[in-house]
């Protein structure tokens, strides 16, 4: 059965106070709508449809570039769920299957559980709602069940005080075959509370066409939705929270877990040890027994097995750490490939290079990349060993096995096992420093005499 997912992203979302339409704030590093799509892939949807409003360009360019084949279609005035899930017939015309309606403000839906809903529908139902059980109905549409039978919603607004008392709450997903549910949009009207054409009017439609609708119940913490600022602060937290959890359960030590943040595609591999204060930023991936440790900093990189990164270390994006490679203290890394064994241990800049395996990149060490218009790769030969406070001019090449005198400016290539040099020659002038010394104090002697 093919599967097509809607994702209502229209809406302003006016209570965020940001000039940055509401389902583009981010949580783990990812704009909520990338979430939602998300869920969407992890039941792998053939079809995407966003449903575009207030800042349709952003929203579009954001989820394109996440997903280059997901379809867009603009909602221009915002007449309620129902409407704006009509917006996406013209899209699916041709599609025949099952479809679910997500939103772009909700992004914890786990496919699992859009899973459950297929399975449900595909016993013979003719819609099939995702609830869950609210601590605080507040202002929830409810679900008005019988056994095991959805009868129908009733929005907050619209229900009486004895339906208030339900805490079954709808979530707005929705599962529906697609062709049943553009039909069953066509018949909804908007003589309600709001004036809106209601996405969960199909429900009450699909019964008085003799089809059975049934609910779903998924955990709260799922169907959490943000609409202001504090409401993306609970969510973040919320996602740490899992995030943390899974790790641990998935075989990686959490040194002090409340301090690390993972983003929402970290992937990691066994017997890693992540000490605090760790921050991952999207795209990274680690093998097992690596060992990230304290404040440091990682994103768009790749740490191989029993690589050391840190503490103080930063990996951005482009970094890539072969097996047992070492990157220490105060070490920034972006666009390099440090190979197996080498080593930059100290306070260093390693950007735009190739580090051939068992280097040594002594501390103070700086790939000069950019000379303000272009930039440029350097290339560090196997087994090569920089010395301490080298500058590397790009682009420039040290062989295998070659050597660089502390303190160099190499801007010339260092040929295979030779010593660069580039520094100005040491001369001793004996006595002098005693001689100047005694001289300044007499200076100093005479001045708090007068
Ligand atoms: C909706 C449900 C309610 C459910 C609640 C869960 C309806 C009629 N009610 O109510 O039963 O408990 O969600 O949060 O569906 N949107 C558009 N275009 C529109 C209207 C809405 O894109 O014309 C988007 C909004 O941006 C928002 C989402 O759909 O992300 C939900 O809309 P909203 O108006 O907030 O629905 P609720 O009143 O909360
Ligand atoms: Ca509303």
Redesign the pocket.
């Known amino acids: 059965m093919s599967i097509a997912v809607i994702i209502?992203?229209?809406?302003m979302?006016s209570r965020m106070k940001s000039d940055t339409p509401?389902v583009l704030h981010e949580i783990a590093g990812a704009p909520m709508l990338v979430h939602a799509m998300r869920a969407a892939s992890g039941i792998a949807a053939e079809k995407t449809v966003i449903?575009t409003?207030h800042g349709a360009d952003k929203v579009t360019a954001t989820a394109r570039d996440y997903n280059e084949d997901v379809i867009t279609a603009n909602?221009d005035e915002?007449?309620?769920?129902?409407?704006?899930v009509q917006q996406a017939a013209p899209a699916l015309q041709d599609f025949d299957g099952d479809v679910i309606v997500l939103?772009?403000?909700?992004p914890f839906i786990q496919p699992e559980t859009l899973q459950t809903m297929l399975d449900k529908k595909a016993k013979g139902h003719g819609v099939v709602v995702l609830g869950f059980h609210a601590a605080n109905p507040a202002?929830?549409?409810r679900l008005i069940t019988n056994g095991d039978q959805l009868d129908a919603?009733v929005?907050y607004k619209d229900a009486t005080e004895a339906q208030r008392e339900i805490d079954f709450?709808?979530?707005?997903v929705i599962c529906a075959d697609a062709k049943l549910l553009f039909s069953l949009l066509d018949d909804v009207k908007n003589d309600n509370a709001s004036e809106?054409y209601?996405?969960?009017d199909v429900v009450d439609l699909a019964r008085t066409r003799g089809l059975t609708c049934a609910a779903i119940a998924c955990d709260e913490a799922e169907?959490m939705?943000v609409n202001s600022r504090v409401d993306l602060a609970v969510a973040e937290v919320a996602f740490q929270t899992k995030a943390r959890r899974d790790a641990m359960e998935n075989g990686i030590t959490l040194v002090a877990a409340e301090t690390v943040w993972f983003a929402y595609d970290t992937l990691i591999g066994r017997d890693v040890i992540i000490e605090p204060n760790v921050v991952f930023g999207p795209d990274v991936t680690i093998e097992n027994n690596a060992t990230i440790r304290a404040f440091s900093h990682l994103e768009g990189c790749h740490v191989s097995k029993d690589a050391v990164v840190g503490p103080y270390a930063r990996l951005r994006p482009g970094a890539e750490l072969a097996n047992g490679a070492k990157v220490g203290n105060f070490v920034e890394i972006k666009a390099a490939q440090i190979g197996e064994g080498a080593k930059v241990s100290h306070l260093s800049y390693i950007g735009d290079a190739d580090v051939g395996s068992e280097a040594n990149i002594g501390a103070g060490t700086i790939t000069c990349n950019y000379d303000g218009v272009f930039k440029h790769r350097t290339q560090i030969g196997q087994r090569a060993f920089i010395g301490s406070n080298t500058m590397l001019i790009a682009p420039v090449r040290v062989g295998d096995d070659a050597m660089t005198g502390s303190g160099s400016v190499i801007t010339r290539d260092v040929p295979d096992e030779a010593l660069a040099l580039a520094r100005a020659k040491q001369e001793n002038k004996l006595g002098l420093a005693l001689r100047m010394m005694n001289k300044l104090r007499a200076a100093k002697a005479a001045l708090q005499k007068d």
């Open positions: 209502l992203a229209a809406g979302g509401k449903i409003g909602q915002q007449k309620g769920t129902g409407h704006a939103y772009g403000d909700t202002r929830y549409g919603i929005e709450c709808n979530s707005g809106e209601y996405l969960t169907t939705g």
